[in-house]
C-alpha cells in the first residue's frame, strides 16, 4: 500500500485499513465519513480517493465518483488499490479488454492478490483470451492449490486453449492427490465426465472408454443418460476408426446396446435410431435397395417396439421410396387423421422435397377425402373428414394453388365455423396469394374465436405488420404484453422477442419510416450484446459447481450467436437503409417531423410514437424520479453503469449521420465469420466497400459469396458492378485510356493491390469477354428465372444500355413459361419504380392482373382503402326481441 | 367408414368468458336463424349462469353450446345448439343432461324448473326435449317477430329437488 506522492502514518494507515472493510461490508456511509477523515488530513491520497469515488458511484453518485477516482489514479499510478478499482469500474460499464488492461497494471503492483488474479481470469474467458486464461488459472492454482475448483479451472483452461495433453494431466494430477474420491457425488461425477471427455476428444478412445466403465462401475459417474451417451458414443467411434481389431465385433455389439438403452429413455429422439442404423453399417444419408430395405426392416421392429413413438414412423417415411412408402405413409396418414392431429402437414412437410412423395400423399389424403364423399349423409366421422380437408387445403397452399386451397377451406369453415386453424391457414393462403389485407381479416377471425391463445394474437400481430398496420398490431399484441409496461413494444423488447423486433423493423422499412426500422434492427443487436453479457457470471459459477459440459456448449454457442439468422437478417436491413441513406442525402431530411405534423397530427401520432419511445416514456420515467427520491442516500446502486436515456428514441438525428457508410461497416463486421456463410451479409458487406473505395474488401466479399451461391443473381450484378469500375480504375494503365482525374484515383492504388483485384474479377468472369457479353450468357442459361431477368436489367442498366431495353427485359418477366411470384413481381416492380420508369405502371397493372387474388399490387389509394376495411366489424342486423 | 367408427370421441364443455365468447358468436350465426344482441352476449358471461352456458366440444373441436338464464327460481334455457355434421351422436343429450343435473344440485336459489320456446314448426327439436322429461306448457303466440312460423310452444321440466 506504499505510495510515492502521501505516506499515510501509522495511525492514519488503520483508518485506511477500515476503509477499506467498510467497503468489503459495503458500509458505504461509514467508508466516505473515514476516506473524508483521512483526504482532509491528506488531500492527495490516491488511494484513498479513488476509494472514495468508488464509494460514490455505489451511491450513485456515478461521475463525481468517476473524476475523483481519476483524480486519484494520478496521483498514484503504482497502486493496485487504485488499478483494481479502476478495473471494477469499467467492468461495470461492461467494458472487458480495458478492465482487463487495468487488472493486469494492477497484479504489476501486488502479482498475487488472489482475488485480482481470479477477477482476470474471468475477464480472460469473457474476452476468449485463452492462452492467458492458463496463466491466471496457474497462478490461482499456485496460490490455493487446496481447492477442487482450480483444479477444474485450470484443466477448463488448457482444454479451452486447445492443449488437451495438460488438461488431462492436471486431471490426473488431482485425482492422484485424492485418497479417494466421493460415491454419488454430482459435482465429482461431472468433473469426471468431463475427463472422459478431454480423452476422447484427444482420440484416446480405449482410455477414456476403460475409465467410463470403472468410474461408472465404481459409482463415482451417476449421471446414467451421460455414461449411455458417452459409451454409446466412443463405442461407435472405436468401432469405425479400428475395423480390423479383434475386438471390433465386441465394440459393436456394446454400442448397439447403448443406443438402444438411450432409445429406451427416449423412443423419440431419432438421432438414437441413425446411430443404431449406423452401427449396422447403413448410412441414411447414402442407400442403396440392398440397406435401404434392411434400415426399413429395423425402423418397422422399432415402430412395434415403441408403438406410441412417431420418430422410427417418420424416418421410416423419410426412407422409403416408390410403393413401399405408399404403403408406409397411408395407415400414417389415416391413424393421424382420426386422431385428429393439427400438426400432421408440417411433420410430412419436409418429404415434399421428393416431388414423387409429395404426389402419393395428395393421392392418400384425396381418396380418404373421396371416401367421406360416397356417403356424405351420415358422415361416420366429422372430425376426420375435418382434418381431411384442413391437411389438404394445408398441401395446395404449400404448392401454390392458393385458389383450391381456398375452395377446400370455405368447404371446412361450412363444415366447422368454429376451428380457428382453418381461418389461420386461410390468412395464410391469402398472405402467400399476396393480399396482406385479407390475412389480416381472416386472421383476426381465428383470434375472436380464442383470445386466450397466445400463438394466434402474435399471429395477428404479425400479419398486420406485414399490411403495415404498425399501430394495429401493437394494439392486438398489447393483449398478451405485461400491463405495466410503457408501450406492447417496449414489454417485447424488454422480454427480447426478436421475432417481433424484426417483423416490426421490417414493417417500418416497408412504410417508409427508416429511421423507426433502423431503431428496432439496432435493439436487435443490444438484444446480442446482452446474450454475450449473460455469459459472464456462468464462468465462476460453472467451475465452482462444477456443471462443465454444458458450460463448453455455451461458450461455443455464444461464439456462434451472431450467426443466428434475424441477427444476420438485422444487420444486413440496417446496411441496406444506410446505403439508401449514403446514395440519397435528401432522404434524411425527409425523415425529419416537419413542423406541421409535430402540432397538428402530433395526437395522430402520439401512438406510434410510444411505441418507438420505448425505455423513456413519461410514466417510466416519473417512476425513476419517485425511486430516487424514495431510496436514500446510502443505498448500494452496485457498479453497473446505469443505461443511458436514449436521445434520439425515434432515430430522426440517426439518419442524419454522415458517416452511414461507417456505421454500415461496423454493423457488418459484428457478423465476424458468420458474415461469409451469408449470401445477403457477403452482397451487403460488397456494397458498403465499393462505396466507400475498399476495393480489397469488396473483392474478398465477392469471393465469399461465390463460395457460397457461385450463380446467384445478385452476385452477378455485383461482378458486373467490380469488372465495370474496374476496367476505369485499375485495369486503366493496361488500356492506357488516362485522364486526369480518374487516374489520380487509379495512382493510389498500389500495384499489388491491382493485381489482386485483377485475379479476383478473372476467378470471377472469363477474362476474355466482355461485361455486356458476361450478362447476355448469363440471362441465357437463367432465362426462366425473374430473379435472373432483374439482376440483368440491372446490370444492363448499370452498363448503360438504353432504358427502353432494360424495359422490356423486365417486361419479359411477365411470361407464362417463367414462374414469377408476388415478391419477385413486387422486387421488379419496386425496382422500375425506383429508376422512375414510364412503364412501372403498367407493369403494376400486369401483375395486379396475372395475380387474381393479389392486393398488393392495387394503385396505394385502394391498398389504403383495403387497409382501412379489414379490421372493421361486420354490421351484424340483430333482432332486438325482448325475449331473446 | 365403418370400420373406423371405433375411433374414440371425448366430449368435453367450457365455461364461457370474454375469450372464447367469439366462437358462441359465431356458432350461433350457423345454428339459429335469429341474431341476437349485445345483451344476450352479456348476460352468458355473468358468474352465477356459468355452470349453465357451456360450450360443447368434439375431440376439442368446438361444435355446440347451451345458454341459459334465470327468471326467478326458473332456469331459461335461451339456445342449445349443436352443428349439423356432429348430430346423432349422443352429443346434445349428454349436454342437456348435464344441465338439468346441474340444475337439480343447484341451491341459491334452487332451481323449480326449466323451461324454453320452440318454434312450432320444429318438431324434431320438441321431440328431443320430450325425450329428456320436458312437458308441452302452453303455446306462445307470435313470439317470434322475423321468422314464421310466429309462434313457439313453451316446454318445461320440473326439477325434482325444489321445495313444494
Known amino acids: 500500500m506504499a505510495s510515492q506522492q502521501a505516506t499515510l502514518a501509522q495511525k492514519d494507515r488503520k483508518a485506511f485499513q477500515d476503509l477499506l472493510s467498510c467497503y468489503e461490508l459495503k458500509q458505504l456511509t461509514k467508508g466516505r465519513k473515514v476516506a473524508d477523515q483521512i483526504l482532509k488530513k491528506y488531500p492527495d491520497h490516491g488511494e484513498t480517493m479513488c476509494m472514495k469515488g468508488l464509494i460514490l458511484v455505489h451511491l450513485g453518485q456515478r461521475d463525481e465518483g468517476i473524476k475523483l477516482i481519476r483524480e486519484g489514479m494520478r496521483k498514484d499510478l503504482t497502486s493496485h488499490i487504485c488499478w483494481h478499482v479502476w478495473a471494477l469500474v469499467q467492468k461495470g460499464e461492461h467494458k472487458y479488454e480495458e478492465a482487463l488492461k487495468s487488472y493486469m497494471q494492477a497484479l504489476r503492483f501486488d502479482k498475487d492478490n488472489f482475488n485480482i488474479v481470479r477477477e482476470t481470469s474471468v475477464l480472460q474467458t469473457q474476452t476468449r483470451a485463452y492462452e492467458s486464461l492458463v496463466e491466471s488459472r496457474l497462478h490461482m492454482l499456485r496460490l490455493r492449490p487446496s481447492f477442487r475448483a482450480h483444479w477444474v479451472g485450470l484443466a477448463v483452461a488448457y482444454q ?37 471427455h478431454v480423452l476422447e476428444d484427444l482420440g484416446h478412445l480405449q482410455d477414456a472408454l476403460a475409465f467410463l466403465d470403472k468410474k461408472s462401475k465404481d459409482r463415482y459417474i451417476v449421471d446414467r443418460t451421460a455414461t449411455h451417451t458417452f459409451r454409446a458414443r466412443i463405442l461407435s467411434k472405436l468401432k469405425n476408426t479400428n475395423k480390423e481389431s479383434p475386438q471390433a465385433a465386441e465394440w459393436s455389439t456394446r454400442a448397439e446396446s447403448e443406443w438402444r438403452a438411450l432409445l429406451d429413455l427416449n423412443p423419440e429422439c431419432s438421432d438414437y435410431y441413425q446411430a443404431v442404423l449406423a452401427n449396422q453399417g447403413i448410412d441414411l444419408g447414402d442407400l442403396d435397395e440392398d440397406s435401404c430395405t434392411k434400415a426399413l426392416a429395423l425402423l418397422s421392429e422399432f415402430a412395434v417396439h415403441f408403438p406410441k413413438a412417431y420418430a422410427p414412423r417418420q424416418l421410416a417415411l423419410t426412407v422409403a421410396q416408390g410403393d413401399r412408402f405408399r404403403g408406409l405413409a397411408k ?21 415434399y422435397a421428393n416431388p414423387l412423395k409429395c404426389q402419393v400423399i395428395e393421392e392418400i389424403v384425396e381418396d380418404i377425402r373421396a371416401s367421406f364423399l360416397v356417403d356424405p349423409a351420415s358422415p361416420s366421422e366429422p372430425a376426420k373428414y375435418l382434418w381431411t380437408l384442413y391437411f389438404l387445403a394445408q398441401h395446395y397452399s404449400f404448392l401454390g394453388r392458393h385458389r383450391r386451397a381456398l375452395e377446400i377451406l370455405n368447404l371446412a369453415v361450412e363444415h366447422t365455423p368454429t376451428l380457428p386453424e382453418l381461418y389461420m391457414t386461410k390468412a395464410k393462403v391469402l398472405k402467400r396469394a399476396g393480399d396482406p389485407y385479407g390475412a389480416v381479416r381472416s386472421m383476426d377471425e381465428a383470434r375472436k374465436l380464442d383470445g386466450q391463445d397466445r400463438f394466434i394474437n402474435t399471429k395477428s400481430g404479425k400479419y398486420r405488420l406485414r399490411a403495415g398496420m404498425v399501430d394495429e398490431a401493437e394494439e392486438i399484441l398489447g393483449l398478451f404484453t405485461r400491463k405495466g409496461a410503457a408501450t406492447p413494444g417496449a414489454d417485447l423488447t424488454e422480454m427480447q422477442a426478436l ?86 442525402p435528401s432522404l434524411g431530411k425527409s425523415l425529419q417531423p416537419s413542423a406541421e405534423t409535430t402540432d397538428a397530427s402530433r395526437k395522430a ?67 465476424k465469420e458468420s458474415g461469409k456463410r451469408s449470401i445477403d451479409a457477403c452482397l451487403a458487406n460488397f456494397d458498403v466497400a465499393m462505396r466507400r473505395k475498399k476495393y480489397l474488401q469488396a473483392a474478398r466479399a465477392l469471393t465469399h459469396a461465390h463460395a457460397v451461391d457461385a450463380q446467384h443473381p445478385q452476385l452477378h450484378l455485383r461482378v458486373v458492378q467490380f469488372g465495370n469500375t474496374g476496367e476505369s480504375l485499375w485495369l486503366i494503365s493496361v488500356t492506357t485510356k488516362l485522364s486526369v482525374a480518374v487516374s489520380s484515383v487509379s495512382d493510389s492504388i498500389a500495384n499489388p493491390v491491382k493485381s489482386v ?76 419504380q425506383c429508376v422512375k420508369s414510364t412503364r412501372a405502371e403498367e407493369f403494376r397493372i400486369a401483375c395486379d392482373n396475372k395475380f387474381e387474388l393479389s392486393t398488393v399490387f392495387k394503385s396505394s389509394e385502394e391498398q389504403a382503402a383495403l387497409r382501412h376495411q379489414c379490421l372493421l366489424e361486420e354490421k351484424e342486423d340483430c333482432d332486438d326481441v325482448e325475449t331473446l | 367408414m365403418a370400420s373406423h367408427a371405433t375411433a374414440q370421441t371425448r366430449l368435453s364443455f367450457a365455461s364461457l368468458t370474454p375469450q372464447n365468447v367469439g366462437t358462441v358468436r359465431k356458432l350461433n350465426t350457423v345454428l339459429f336463424p335469429v341474431r341476437y344482441g349485445e345483451r344476450y352476449y352479456q348476460d ?121
Request: proline share 4%; aromatic share 10%; hydrophobic share 40%.
Open chain 1, 605 to 671: 401520432l402520439s401512438k406510434a410514437k410510444k411505441a418507438a419511445h420505448k425505455g423513456n416514456d413519461p410514466s417510466q420515467e416519473s417512476q425513476d424520479a419517485a425511486n430516487k427520491k424514495v431510496s436514500n442516500q446510502s443505498e448500494d446502486k452496485g457498479l453497473d453503469a446505469p443505461i443511458p436515456k436514449d436521445e434520439d428514441p425515434d432515430g430522426v438525428k440517426m439518419v442524419l449521420a454522415d458517416d452511414a457508410l461507417e456505421r454500415a461497416a461496423k454493423f457488418l463486421a459484428t457478423l
Open chain 1, 757 to 832: 483485384l485483377h485475379e479476383t474479377l478473372i476467378s470471377l468472369k472469363p477474362e476474355e469477354i466482355s461485361l455486356d457479353v458476361f450478362t447476355s450468357q448469363y440471362l441465357q442459361s437463367h432465362s426462366t428465372s425473374p430473379s435472373a431477368i432483374l439482376a440483368c436489367a440491372q446490370a444492363c442498366k448499370f452498363l448503360g444500355n438504353p432504358t427502353e431495353d432494360v424495359e422490356s427485359l423486365l417486361f419479359t418477366a411477365l411470361k407464362d413459361d417463367i414462374g414469377l411470384s408476388v415478391e419477385d413481381g413486387l422486387r421488379i416492380l419496386s425496382y422500375l
Open chain 1, 331 to 351: 395407415p400414417y396418414i389415416e391413424v393421424a387423421l382420426s386422431k385428429g392431429i393439427p400438426s400432421l402437414f408440417s411433420n410430412l412437410k419436409k418429404l
Open chain 1, 499 to 584: 421475432h417481433y423486433l424484426v417483423e416490426v423493423g421490417d414493417a417500418y422499412r416497408r412504410i417508409g419510416k427508416l429511421n423507426l426500422a433502423l431503431k428496432k434492427y439496432y435493439a436487435v443487436q443490444k438484444v446480442f450484446e446482452a446474450f454475450r453479457e449473460d455469459q459472464y457470471d456462468f464462468h465462476q459459477y460453472s467451475i465452482r459447481k462444477t456443471i462443465l459440459l454444458p458450460y463448453f456448449d455455451m461458450l461455443k454457442w455464444e461464439d456462434e450467436v451472431q450467426s443466428h439468422p434475424v441477427y444476420v437478417h438485422a444487420v444486413v436491413s440496417a446496411t441496406r437503409i444506410w446505403i439508401r441513406l449514403h446514395d440519397d
Open chain 1, 160 to 196: 479451452l486453449s486447445g492443449n488437451l495433453v495438460e488438461a488431462k494431466r492436471v486431471l490426473e494430477h488431482f485425482q492422484s492427490l485424492l485418497r479417494e474420491g466421493p460415491v454419488n457425488d454430482a459435482e465429482y461425477s461431472e468433473f469426471l465426465l468431463f475427463h472422459v
Open chain 2, 44 to 164: 352468458i358471461l355473468q358468474a352465477e349462469v356459468e355452470p349453465f352456458c357451456q360450450l360443447v366440444y368434439y375431440n376439442d373441436i368446438p361444435v355446440g353450446n347451451i345458454c341459459c338464464r334465470f327468471e326467478g327460481r326458473d332456469l331459461y334455457l335461451m339456445t342449445m345448439g349443436i352443428l349439423a355434421p356432429y348430430r346423432s351422436r349422443q352429443i346434445g343429450s349428454q349436454t342437456i343432461e348435464r344441465i338439468i343435473e346441474s340444475a337439480s344440485s343447484h341451491t341459491k336459489p334452487k332451481i323449480g324448473r326449466i323451461y324454453l320456446h320452440v318454434q312450432v314448426s320444429n318438431e324434431d327439436a320438441k321431440r328431443f326435449y320430450e325425450q329428456h322429461g320436458f312437458k308441452e306448457v302452453g303455446i306462445h303466440e307470435n313470439y317470434y317477430k322475423k321468422i314464421t312460423p310466429r309462434d313457439a310452444w313453451i316446454l318445461e321440466r320440473r326439477l325434482q329437488n325444489a321445495d313444494k
